[in-house]
């Protein structure tokens, strides 16, 4: 969805609209969409400057890092960004400290779904996780630890003692 800045107006365009994506668009490259993603936004011109404001919500399947076990991501992510004609990063040394992190336009236009990528691919974690906690894999028995399946770490008993354990209950 391209738009055409010089037709833009400071009332703006608002856009409401579900935008489909590959997978290998995304920067986690193991994610799967469970939904579109569904943007509302609002762009407006104000001299030079365009305005984008919105917000991008949706599902995928992630991976967790470290058990690698599937797991919802919710997407609810809001944003604000102004683009700069591209003659001004020419002079982007020049600008004010407040515009390094303006964004340009090329050819006076604007192709929102770059925009709705982009911004979707800035909410990924760098490294996903099923729960903040996850204590993922268990090095001795290979089992998921947040399954249950795995004994190794209850009661953080060294598994050489493991016997030891068995011993003193025995003897009770
Ligand atoms: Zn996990
Ligand atoms: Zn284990």
Known sequence: MIIDIDRLTEDGLKVSKE???FSSELVEENAVFLE????????RRVGEEIFIQGSITTRLSFVCSRCLSPFEFKVD???DLVYLPEELE???????EEDLSHLFFYSYKIDVKDVVLEQLNLTFPVRPLCAKD??????????IIKEGNCSCAAGDIDPRLEKFKDFIRDKR
Do not use: R, W, Y
């Not at 020419?90 to 004010?96: A, C, G, M, S």
């Not at 996850?134 to 028995?141: A, D, H, K, R, V």
């Open 134 to 143: 996850c204590q993922g894999i268990c090095p001795m028995c290979g089992n």
């Open 19 to 21: 935008f489909e994506f």
């Open 77 to 79: 992510s809001g944003f």
């Open 90 to 96: 020419l002079v982007k040394d020049q600008l004010d």
């Open 36 to 43: 579109p993603v569904h943007a509302d936004i609002t762009v």
